[in-house]
């Protein structure tokens, strides 16, 4: 166990729709990472956030967008979805002061039908 | 981040140590080199991680050349249980949270029994 605790952990919804997934971080670190891994797909780098601001962008598509909160939980709102959105989102966390493992959850899984 | 380059894939017999390379030629004097694996469809999970000097912990071994621009993380004894996909990726130590991390294809080792 990660420490990391990520909801919904598997989620159905049509094209068009709107998604929200929540990423709870290990207590006491401050960063959040977003991730997407499509089918047979590498990691790839969405968003990271630290102490509730934005710090790194990759490729990360207009209908997605993110936020940190006061509480350090992180959302990531996927809106207007197509097929190919459909993947494994893995949100991970780090303290501020180690050289920086991260630690992930177990992903959601989002099918979009 | 500098770029690492690694094996697509490799077979180790179960019980023998598991030798995986990674290339990272262009790593500058502040990146660490860090190992990650993911389990199939499991969020990824932290090695280990070095500077120059080898290390080791209850998961592996590190070796790191002397000019820093290759690494072999090895696994004593591999089991069933470690058929995954390992992933090697350099990264700037913590620099106040700033910390964008990019995931590779890595090798994907299958331990045969």
């Known amino acids: 166990d990660s420490g990391v605790t990520q909801t919904p952990k598997h989620l159905i919804t049509a094209t068009g729709q709107r998604v929200t997934l929540r990423c709870s971080p290990r207590s006491g670190d401050l960063s959040v990472y977003w991730y997407q891994q499509s089918l047979d797909q590498g990691l790839q780098f969405l968003i990271q956030?630290?102490?509730?601001?934005?710090?790194a962008k990759g490729n990360i598509l207009e209908r997605f967008s993110a936020q940190q909160f006061p509480d350090l939980h992180s959302e990531l709102n996927l809106s207007s979805l197509e097929l190919g959105d459909s993947a494994l989102y893995f949100c991970?966390?780090?303290?501020?002061?180690?050289?920086?493992?991260?630690?992930f959850g177990e992903g959601s899984r989002l099918t979009v039908l | 981040d500098a770029k690492t380059t690694q094996p697509t894939s490799m077979d180790c017999a179960e019980g023998r140590a598991a030798n995986l390379p990674c290339n990272h030629s262009t790593i500058s004097g502040n990146e660490y080199v860090y190992w990650y694996r993911q389990i199939h469809s499991q969020g990824p999970q932290y090695i280990i991680h070095g500077l120059k000097n080898n290390e080791t912990n209850e998961m592996a071994s590190l070796i790191i050349t002397e000019d820093r621009k290759s690494s072999t993380l090895i696994l004593p004894h591999a089991t069933l249980r470690d058929t995954a996909v390992y992933y090697c990726i350099v990264r700037v130590a913590n620099s106040g949270g700033y910390q964008k991390v990019t995931f590779g294809t890595g090798t994907k080792l299958q331990v045969i029994p």
């Open positions: 956030y630290y102490n509730g601001e934005e710090r």
């Open positions: 991970a966390s780090s303290a501020e002061m180690n050289t920086g493992e991260l630690f």
